[in-house]
């Protein structure tokens, strides 16, 4: 009694338990030794108590199977407890609290596994030893159930799932000891088993790159939880928890071994290494192995197992995706950048077909077999970028015109964009244009200043070049101008000027044809451009008045014969007509019009002459 009293008051506890447990729990308790699975220390229990069949702890704890035991979790925490108490394990054990806590994200797909959520197709139903590790240490280990793995981590032998003698794969439902064939009970007495699988040493597999592959393993072992922290990861990895990066390196050596993304077969050593060693030297050392890997068959690429799709596997974490994504972005640019012909014409190439996916367009230019345009490099990369998307909306300008304001050194922020195909900006701004013209545009607008964009358009052709005149010209002082209702969508339609005469200065100061007045646009880019509707634009295709995808010359093509009829208000009212009854005035004239639903084009020669305005 006085050696009772003396022990401390959680194993006082946990003795009273067992006391009053008698009839729910095995008579010889067993403690979760390092490295053990709870299956694994109940299947050790069952041949400790002096059984063969181990239905005993699953009717004890009233469990389906020994393979559910594999993938009970926090959120089974009834199942868990009844386990512990028909074991006779203590609660307050550390290696029991893991088990009782729930770790956030475990779901029907994901289960913890030692305080990491795992993948739960990693976890194999069968049994598997390692016959050198049984004879040192006397215990299943739960790492021999991670299904990518054939080797024993720590003696690197490799795991043994059948019988030597009987050949039948080794399973749960008998325990003869962790060490013995649950298929082959001694003749002499059949509570023992007769192979003894210690006698069966395997052979070691061999590993080339031994710090990679144990970087791997040290991620999910639970006996190695010390190394984790020794080991220095990429900033990208800093809130990647170790169940997802483990399941990256698992994705990642399954395309190395050619195999469809999830789970299957073991993997080869030799993939395992290379995916660590990827990881490793993150970002270098995997761009490098995914580069290898880019030119993977259409077969490849059917079943998914090539890295062009590793960012869009759904078995990885929405966070890893995001990683994977800006990787394979920036490979993506780089095998555009070396697909550009600097000696060829520098015009972008007119489309033969109806432009697709931003994506899919640039996949096509890096696996084009011919060289392509440094202006069509630059444009693709700039439409498959949505912050190069957002600035375009912002400006209120067709997306290509930004490859001549990047080129002015107007955008520096697309410079780790646009840098491998277009070298480093040649101007001297230091920040956006839109910063600079926040900064030296007025607020107060009034109301007899004209708004820009009209004024500009109806001048005319407005290009790249045209813009980065106009927006040179307002940062150095020679044009005056205002903003209109600041918190508009589009940074053009709210500036206002009031001196035409300097804008039509800066608009006919020079040649202003571009390099982009070539390159396709979408029907969003023709829609910034003409300054109209995408229902407008979409009815002037299906007319065909304009090109599937027009350029910048169909439509100086079309302004060149036609007008719409805000744009002849604007001309006239700057050739000081009088536009209050225009509409009447055209409407019973004989200028020659097309009317595209409700939308009516104009001969812009047949409107000079009826209004008398001049070239």
């Known amino acids: 009694m006085t050696e009772l009293l003396e022990r401390p008051e959680a194993e006082i506890a946990h003795i009273v338990g067992l006391a009053a447990s008698v009839g729910r729990t095995l008579a010889v308790p067993v403690d979760l030794e390092a490295g053990e699975h709870l299956r694994d220390a109940a299947f050790r229990a069952v041949s400790r108590n002096g059984f063969s069949d181990s ?36 609660k307050d054990a550390d290696a029991v609290k893991q088990f009782l806590t729930e770790t956030a994200g475990s779901s029907r797909d ?26 040192k240490y006397g215990k299943q280990k739960a790492m021999w159930s991670l299904q990518p793995f054939n080797f024993d981590v720590a003696t690197r032998e490799r795991l043994l799932d059948h019988c030597p003698v009987c050949q039948e794969q080794l399973g749960w439902s008998r325990s003869f000891g962790v060490e013995f064939c649950d298929r082959c009970p001694s003749a002499q007495n059949c509570f023992e088993g ?29 006996e190695v939880a010390h190394c984790r922290s020794a080991r220095t990861l990429h900033p990208d990895f800093t809130d990647v928890g170790r169940g997802e990066l483990f399941q ?19 993997l080869t050593v030799s993939s395992i290494e290379r995916a660590g060693r990827a990881i490793m030297e993150w970002p270098n050392g995997f761009d490098l192995l995914a580069e290898s890997h880019d030119a993977a068959s259409r077969e490849e690429a059917e079943l998914g197992v090539g890295f062009e799709r590793l960012h869009v596997d759904r078995t990885l974490s929405a966070q890893v995706r995001r990683i994977l994504k800006q990787r394979f972005e920036k490979r993506l640019r780089k095998r555009v950048a ?20 931003s994506r899919g367009e640039l996949k096509r230019l890096a696996s084009s077999p011919t060289d392509v345009s440094p202006i069509d ?20 300008l067709p997306l290509p015109f930004l490859v001549d304001l990047f080129d002015a050194g107007m955008l520096p922020e697309l410079g780790a964009l646009l840098k491998e195909v277009r070298g480093s900006c040649t101007g001297h701004w230091g920040s956006s244009v ?23 358009f109806a001048l005319t052709h407005l290009t790249g070049p045209h813009w980065v005149r106009i927006f040179q010209a307002i940062v150095d002082g020679d044009l005056q101008t205002a903003r209109w209702r600041p918190s508009g969508p589009a940074l053009v339609k709210q500036l206002r000027c009031e001196d035409i005469g300097a804008l039509s200065r800066v608009l006919n100061s020079g040649i202003c044809t571009s390099y982009t007045d070539e390159v396709p646009l979408t029907q969003c880019d023709a829609s910034f451009a003409l300054g109209r509707s995408r229902m407008t634009i979409h009815n002037l295709v299906n007319n065909e008045m304009l090109p599937s995808n027009p350029t910048g010359l169909d439509i100086c093509e079309l302004r060149r014969k036609w007008m719409f009829l805000a744009e002849i208000s604007d001309l006239a009212s700057l050739d000081g007509k009088d536009v ?34 001049g070239n």
């Open 55 to 90: 239905s005993v702890v699953l009717n004890l704890a009233k469990s389906k199977s020994f393979k559910s035991l594999a993938a009970l979790h926090g959120a089974a925490a009834d199942d868990i407890s009844r386990l512990i108490d028909a074991l006779g394990i203590r």
């Open 110 to 135: 994901w289960v913890e596994f030692f305080g990491v959520n795992l993948r739960r197709g990693h976890l194999t139903s069968r049994r598997r030893v390692s016959p050198t590790s049984l004879r």
């Open 194 to 222: 007769a192979v003894d699988l210690r006698d069966f040493p395997q052979p070691l597999v061999g590993a080339g790159d031994d710090a990679a592959l144990q970087f791997v393993t040290d991620i999910i072992d639970p």
């Open 248 to 266: 990256l390196a698992i994705q990642i050596a399954g395309r190395l071994d050619k195999t469809p993304p999830g789970w299957g077969d073991c």
């Open 338 to 357: 070396r697909k550009i012909d600097w000696s060829s014409p520098l015009a972008g190439t007119r489309p033969g077909r109806t432009l697709k996916h």
């Open 377 to 396: 490099a630059a444009v693709l990369l700039l439409r498959n970028s949505p912050h190069a998307r957002s600035i375009a909306a912002e400006l209120g």
């Open 434 to 456: 839109h910063d600079q013209l926040s900064r030296t545009t007025s607020s107060a607008a009034t109301d007899n200043m004209l708004p820009l964009w009209p004024m500009c």
């Open 580 to 613: 209050s009854n225009l509409r009447q005035v055209l409407g019973a004239s004989k200028v020659a019009r097309i009317s595209i639903g409700d939308t009516t084009l104009w001969s812009r020669l047949g409107v000079r002459e009826c209004l008398s305005i």
